[in-house]
C-alpha cells in the first residue's frame, strides 16, 4: 500500500506511521527524520537544511524531491510505503505524483490527521518534556518560536493539500484527538483494515 499522512505538527503523523508500518509490513518515508539525518551527518544536504528547519520553514523542494526519489526507489519500498511529512505543498504532490507515473505506480490513499490547535502546542511541549526526562536532545525545531512558523507554514503551504488530494477521491480525514491507540484504530478502518 502506498500512503500518505497529512496532518500539521505535533498532528501524530510520527506516531501512526509507526503503527501503519507494523500492520502493513512497509517502510515509514518520513522526509524530517531524513533531513535530521542529514543535518546530524553534517552533510552538504544537512548545511542547506538546518537553518530552514531551525526556523520552522520549508527546505527547498528540490532538497525534499531527491531524498524521496532516492529513497521510494529502494528495495524495501517496493511493496509499498508511509510518507510522513511529504508532501507538503501542491507542487510536491503533484512531482510526486509524476514520479510516481514514471514508475507505474499509484497512491492508495491519503490520511489526513485533524488536531485542535491547543492541542498541538501540548503535544510539542510534552515530547520537548519526554526527551528531557530521558536525558535526549530536543528537536532544535521544538521551541516556541520554530512552532509557530511551523504551524504558519502548514496553514499556507500544506493545507491546500487537503482539497488537492479530496479532488482526486484520495484523502480520508481521522480524528486526531483521540488517545493514540483509538486513532490507530480509525487509520486502519479507514483503509478498510482491522489491527
Ligand atoms: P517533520 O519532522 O515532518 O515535523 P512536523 O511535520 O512539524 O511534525 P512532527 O514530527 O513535529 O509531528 P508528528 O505529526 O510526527 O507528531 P508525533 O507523532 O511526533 O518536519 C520537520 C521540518 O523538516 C519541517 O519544519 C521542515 O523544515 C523540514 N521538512 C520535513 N519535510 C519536509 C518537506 N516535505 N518539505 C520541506 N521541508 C520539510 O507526535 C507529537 C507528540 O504527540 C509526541 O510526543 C507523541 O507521543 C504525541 N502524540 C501523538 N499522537 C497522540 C495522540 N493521539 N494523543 C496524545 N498524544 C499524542
Ligand atoms: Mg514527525
Same mark, same amino acid.
Given at each position: 500500500?502506498?500512503?500518505?499522512?497529512?496532518?500539521?505538527?505535533?498532528?501524530?503523523?510520527?506516531?501512526?506511521?509507526?503503527?501503519?508500518?507494523?500492520?502493513?509490513?512497509?517502510?515509514?518515508?518520513?522526509?524530517?527524520?531524513?533531513?535530521?539525518?542529514?543535518?546530524?551527518?553534517?552533510?552538504?544536504?544537512?548545511?542547506?537544511?538546518?537553518?530552514?528547519?531551525?526556523?520552522?520553514?520549508?527546505?527547498?523542494?528540490?532538497?525534499?524531491?531527491?531524498?524521496?526519489?532516492?529513497?521510494?526507489?529502494?528495495?524495501?519500498?517496493?511493496?509499498?510505503?508511509?510518507?510522513?511529512?511529504?508532501?507538503?505543498?501542491?507542487? &510536491?504532490? %503533484?512531482? @510526486?505524483?509524476?514520479?510516481?507515473? /514514471?514508475? !507505474? +505506480?499509484?497512491?492508495?490513499?491519503?490520511?489526513? =490527521?485533524? #488536531?485542535?490547535?491547543?492541542?498541538?502546542?501540548?503535544?510539542?511541549?510534552?515530547?520537548?518534556?519526554?526527551?528531557?526526562?530521558?536525558?535526549?536532545?530536543?528537536?532544535?525545531?521544538?521551541?516556541?518560536?520554530?512552532?509557530?512558523?511551523?504551524?504558519?507554514?502548514?496553514?499556507? &503551504?500544506? %493545507?491546500? @493539500?487537503?482539497?488537492?488530494?479530496? /479532488?482526486? !477521491? +484520495?484523502?480520508?480525514?481521522?480524528?486526531?484527538? =483521540?488517545? #493514540?491507540?483509538?486513532?490507530?484504530?480509525?487509520?486502519?478502518?479507514?483503509?478498510?483494515?482491522?489491527?
Amino acid at each position: 500500500m502506498r500512503l500518505i499522512l497529512l496532518g500539521p505538527p505535533g498532528a501524530g503523523k510520527g506516531t501512526q506511521a509507526v503503527r501503519l508500518t507494523e500492520r502493513l509490513g512497509v517502510p515509514q518515508l518520513s522526509t524530517g527524520d531524513m533531513l535530521r539525518a542529514a543535518v546530524a551527518a553534517s552533510s552538504p544536504v544537512g548545511l542547506q537544511a538546518q537553518a530552514m528547519m531551525e526556523r520552522g520553514e520549508l527546505v527547498s523542494d528540490e532538497i525534499v524531491l531527491s531524498l524521496v526519489a532516492a529513497r521510494i526507489e529502494q528495495s524495501d519500498a517496493q511493496r509499498g510505503f508511509v510518507l510522513d511529512g511529504f508532501p507538503r505543498t501542491v507542487g &510536491q504532490a %503533484v512531482a @510526486l505524483d509524476t514520479m510516481l507515473g /514514471e514508475m !507505474g +505506480l499509484a497512491l492508495d490513499a491519503v490520511l489526513e =490527521l485533524q #488536531v485542535d490547535l491547543n492541542a498541538l502546542v501540548a503535544r510539542m511541549t510534552g515530547r520537548v518534556a519526554e526527551a528531557r526526562a530521558r536525558g535526549e536532545a530536543t528537536r532544535a525545531d521544538d521551541n516556541p518560536d520554530a512552532f509557530r512558523t511551523r504551524l504558519e507554514t502548514y496553514r499556507e &503551504q500544506t %493545507v491546500p @493539500l487537503s482539497s488537492y488530494y479530496a /479532488e482526486r !477521491g +484520495l484523502l480520508r480525514s481521522v480524528d486526531g484527538m =483521540l488517545s #493514540v491507540d483509538r486513532v490507530a484504530i480509525d487509520v486502519m478502518s479507514s483503509l478498510g483494515l482491522k489491527l
